[in-house]
Nanobody, 123 residues
């Protein structure tokens, strides 16, 4: 079974930076698409960024130019570098994975999820 564990969340003032990490285990070598999703207070869960097996990434318009998704040297690691943080970035951030080769920014297409890590950005 695929397991995902996130870390790196915390509190930060607006304009600051945080880097989230995700480590996959189990049959993670078959996960060709991985991504980050978040849920802000009072809002639905939304896609933040995804990256496919070839390294191509897609971002939500709200984070484009500020966030960067990447894989580590080990294929079972995933990162989200978050710069120029805004209060609206506050929420629970989840690492997710799917086995298909398509990599949509759509939470409904991902079957494996981490427990989440909290990110709080103050003004």
């Amino acid at each position: 079974q695929v397991q995902l564990v996130e870390s790196g969340g915390g509190s930060m003032q607006a304009g600051g930076s945080l880097k989230l990490s995700c480590v996959a285990s189990g049959y993670s070598d078959n996960m060709h698409c991985m991504g980050w999703f978040r849920q802000a207070p009072g809002k639905e869960r939304e896609g933040v960024a995804v990256i496919d097996s070839g390294g191509s990434a897609s971002y939500a318009d709200s984070v484009k130019g500020r966030f960067t998704i990447s894989k580590g040297n080990a294929e079972n690691t995933l990162y989200l570098q978050m710069n120029s943080l805004k209060p609206e970035d506050t929420g629970m951030y989840y690492c997710a994975a799917r086995g298909g080769f398509n990599c949509p920014l759509d939470q409904n297409r991902f079957g494996y999820w981490g427990q989440g890590t909290q990110v709080t950005v103050s003004s």
